[in-house]
Structures are given as structure tokens and as C-alpha cells.
């Protein structure tokens, strides 16, 4: 079990708290930061069940922020919501000095944590990968969560190179967005790497072999949804957890109406429909169509109240141990009448 923790939320073994919230970046009706919304945004999110929250990370649309405006959103959010959640920021690029920079920079910001997303498009080999995580980690005293998305970086994170990179007394966690939980369960039993569901509708499974957690998008619109499925499953509760995680099908719908690469233009649009504008993306991401946000807007009513859920999660489990005392004292009876 991993000891090293950051921020509030952080328990050895948790490092960053469980339900961790990849946030979208507010812009006003001129495209410009608007760091007041910020920290709205990031309080809402805490308010919602959120004990952390990712800023600068691709849902935060870093690729397209000046280094400036990401120092400017690590501020504010700690200041908006650093007493009460852990604050984590993307410091990872193509660029090894510049991640180095990024990492040095989101310290003196007052993050509590940096996430290190593998060099997308320049392919390192996986030598190439020890080497930049350990030199960005080593830039800072901020403690790591590894990002392992071969979709967007083309090059994974074999476990193997996982496993070394366990050894270095920063890097404690690894944001899993490949999806392979046979690879994260070899890393699972062989480190103390802490693993958060990077891919929303894999949570749960991935809590079934070991994972804390999850870095959602679509806790920007279900945030008491996600808190009581984790808070069900690290609990052991799994009847409840199955249960809201088939019922939040309809939200992984609606997130996948912008693309399986846009999860940022489903968040603003939903945070819109909600009454909380955040403002539009910047390109080369577009705005959600107009039929886009219809379908959004339509998958999200389909979602039962949570109070629902749970109380249909109860009576299915109560079900069950009804069932199981039975089958257990005709166990006993059938054993009972043998030794007879």
C-alpha cells in the first residue's frame, strides 16, 4: 500500500482521494479564461461529491492554454477548494523540459499533485518513457499520477516499465485510460501503484480487481451518482454498486455523443443544460450541435433518481441474504442428516 498521499483526500492507498473529477476549463463569451468560474466550477464539483479535482488535464483543454492560464487555474482552484479536496495538475506534454517546467511551476501554483500523461506523438520507446516520467517526477516534490491513454499517445505503458517506475518514492498512482485490467492486475500484484479508472464506464470493473477510484468526466453532471457507486464498492457492496453502474448507462451515452475524443464538449454542453455555463471550447474543439445537445439533454432524463437506486440496490440485497440464510440452513440440514 502505497503511503505517500496528496492533499486532503489523499489515505495511504488512496493517494488522491477516490472519486477525482477531470474538470472542464471555464472561458467567457470571449474565449478568455474566466478564473472566477474556476473556482464556482471546482466548488459545485466538491459540493457533488468530488474529494478531487484534475485541472489542466485534456478534459481542461491544456493542449490549447498558455502556461500562464494553467498557473492561474491551479490557483484558484486550491484556493477555491484546496482545504476540502485534492488538487492535481496535468504537467505532462511531448516536451520532457517543458513538462519539467510545467511540474515546477504547478508546485509553486500549490497543487497538491501532478499528473504525467505518456509523450503523445513522438512514440518514445519504453526506455524513453522511464526516462521522462523519472525526470519529471524528479523536478518537483509533487507526488505522480501516471497517465497510461494509448489512444491519444499511441505508445502504452507496458507493465513491466509500470513496475520500475513503482520504485521512484514520487510516483504512486497510474490514471488507467487503456482499458486492460489482465496488464493493471499484473502492476496491481506486484507494486503499491494505486489505480484510478481513467475511462468512466470501466470504473467499477476496475474496482472489482484493486482500483481506489476514478478520474471522471461524467461526474461533472452525476457527481452524487459516482461518490455512492465507489463509496458502495470500496465499502464491499458490490449489489449497490452494480446497480448504479447499470443505471448510469445512460450517461455514458450521452457522453459519447460528442465523439469518443470530445468527453470536454459533452461536459460543457451538460453543464449548460444544468444551468451552469462554463463557455465554449476552444478549436480545434467545436461546440456540441444543436442535435447533440438535444440527444444530451434526452439521455439525462433517462436517469433514475439516485434515492431509487438505492432503495431498489437494498430490497435486491436484502433479496439475497434472505436467499443465502436459506440455502445455508438446507446445507446444514442435508449435512446434519448424512452424519445421522
Do not use: C
Not at 201 to 222: N, Q
Request: without cysteine; hydrophobic residues 45%.
Amino acid at each position: 500500500m502505497t503511503e505517500l498521499v496528496a492533499g486532503p483526500a489523499g489515505r495511504p492507498g488512496r493517494p488522491f482521494g477516490t472519486v477525482l473529477t477531470a474538470m472542464v476549463t471555464p472561458f467567457d463569451s470571449n474565449g478568455q479564461l474566466d478564473v472566477e468560474k474556476v473556482g464556482a466550477l471546482a466548488e459545485r464539483l466538491v459540493d457533488q461529491g468530488s474529494d478531487g479535482i484534475l485541472v489542466n488535464g485534456t478534459t481542461g483543454e491544456s493542449p490549447t492554454t498558455t502556461d500562464a492560464e494553467k498557473a492561474a487555474i491551479v490557483r484558484q482552484a486550491v484556493q477555491a477548494v484546496g482545504e476540502r479536496a485534492t488538487v492535481i495538475t496535468g504537467v505532462g506534454t511531448y516536451d520532457t523540459a517543458h513538462s519539467i517546467h510545467l511540474a515546477r511551476q504547478a508546485a509553486a501554483a500549490g497543487a497538491h499533485g501532478a499528473l504525467i500523461v505518456s509523450p503523445y506523438y513522438s512514440r518514445p520507446q519504453q526506455a524513453g518513457l522511464l526516462a521522462h516520467f523519472r525526470a519529471v517526477a524528479d523536478a518537483s516534490s509533487l507526488p505522480v499520477m501516471l497517465y497510461d491513454i494509448p489512444p491519444r499517445a499511441v505508445v502504452q505503458i507496458e507493465p513491466n516499465t509500470l513496475i520500475e517506475l513503482a520504485h521512484h518514492p514520487r510516483i504512486t498512482a497510474v490514471k488507467d485510460a487503456k482499458g486492460d485490467l489482465y496488464a493493471g492486475s499484473r502492476v496491481l500484484a506486484a507494486t503499491d501503484l494505486a489505480y484510478y479508472s481513467g475511462d468512466d464506464p470501466l470504473t467499477l470493473p476496475w474496482m472489482s480487481v484493486g482500483a481506489v477510484g476514478v478520474v471522471s468526466i461524467i461526474s461533472h453532471v452525476v457527481g452524487p451518482y459516482l461518490r455512492a457507486m465507489v463509496d458502495a464498492a470500496l465499502a464491499g457492496d458490490y449489489l449497490t454498486a452494480r446497480a448504479i453502474h447499470l443505471a448510469l448507462m445512460p450517461a455514458h451515452r450521452a457522453m459519447s455523443r460528442t465523439g469518443g475524443g470530445a468527453g470536454l464538449v459533452f461536459a460543457k454542453a451538460a453543464l449548460a443544460l444544468a444551468g451552469f455555463p462554463v463557455g465554449q471550447p476552444r478549436l480545434p474543439q467545436i461546440p456540441a450541435t444543436a442535435e447533440q445537445i438535444s440527444r444530451i439533454e434526452s439521455d439525462l432524463a433517462e436517469l433514475a433518481p439516485l434515492a431509487e437506486i438505492l432503495a431498489s440496490a437494498g430490497a435486491r440485497a436484502d433479496l439475497a441474504r434472505d436467499t443465502a440464510g436459506d440455502a445455508a440452513g438446507d446445507a446444514a440440514a442435508t449435512i446434519t442428516g448424512a452424519a445421522r
